[in-house]
């Protein structure tokens, strides 16, 4: 059972624009939720990450938005840039759990110059 | 350095024969991870080790095996590949005891059964 979605498979926006990625979650046990980023031949690398006691959470042109009562977040990335093109991946982590990240399917984003 | 590093990074093997695959950090992490990520699907957990324990999870406690003959190394053992098996293979790292908790991936393995 998927305990972590990403809405879309790919996403498309033109330079300069926001592009918004969603995520949704089962568990409501998560308490942490970090957004990997992978570049194509290299591993996911740590973009950005919330806690559930945060409804938002900055850093530079990406934030998350974050609504624990409807178990759902959304990165969005402001001022797209063409080096912006990746794959985006949603985690989630319940604090309890040891090592155990659930990842989303991804969201390959284009970013169109 | 928050280097990891995965040996080889392409691998072709034939079906029944046995598959190693090869991860190193040199953090100093407590925890060494294996996942396996098939084209439009979530990276999959495979098992992971914390400091000399390994645990495996339960769909895959069968096909998998793993050895961390020190902190830095760690393997991934397939006896006898399947068509199924054909993925790529993520290692990552963290350091859970002491707090932080963030994975760092290697680059993987692109694993290919014929």
């Known amino acids: 059972q998927q305990q972590v979605r990403q809405s879309s498979q790919s996403l498309t926006v033109w330079e300069g624009e926001t592009a918004i990625l969603n995520c949704s979650y089962e568990n409501s046990a998560f308490d942490y939720f970090p957004w990997y980023q992978q570049f194509p031949g290299e591993g996911p690398a740590l973009l950005i990450a919330i806690r559930s006691v945060s409804d938002k959470k900055e850093d530079g042109r990406f934030t998350i938005f974050f609504n624990k009562r409807e178990k759902n977040l959304s990165l969005h990335i402001k001022d797209s840039q063409p080096g912006d093109s990746a794959t985006y991946f949603c985690a989630a982590k319940a604090g309890s759990a040891l090592g155990r990240l659930h990842f989303g399917a991804g969201t390959q984003l284009i970013v169109i110059p | 350095d928050t280097t990891v590093k995965q040996n080889p990074r392409y691998k072709l093997a034939r079906v029944g024969k046995p598959v190693n695959l090869i991860c190193s950090q040199t953090m100093n992490h407590d925890t060494m991870y294996w996942y396996q990520k098939k084209p439009n699907q979530a990276p999959k957990l495979l098992l992971f080790?914390?400091?000399?324990?390994?645990?495996r999870e339960a769909d895959t406690f069968e096909k998998f095996q793993s050895s961390r003959p020190n902190n830095s190394f760690c393997s991934l053992y397939i006896g006898s590949a399947g068509l199924e098996y054909s993925a790529m293979y993520l290692c990552?790292?963290?350091?859970?005891?002491?707090?932080?908790?963030?994975?760092?991936f290697g680059p993987g393995t692109r694993l290919t059964v014929l």
């Open positions: 080790y914390y400091d000399k324990i390994l645990n």
């Open positions: 990552a790292s963290s350091r859970e005891g002491t707090g932080g908790k963030e994975q760092y």
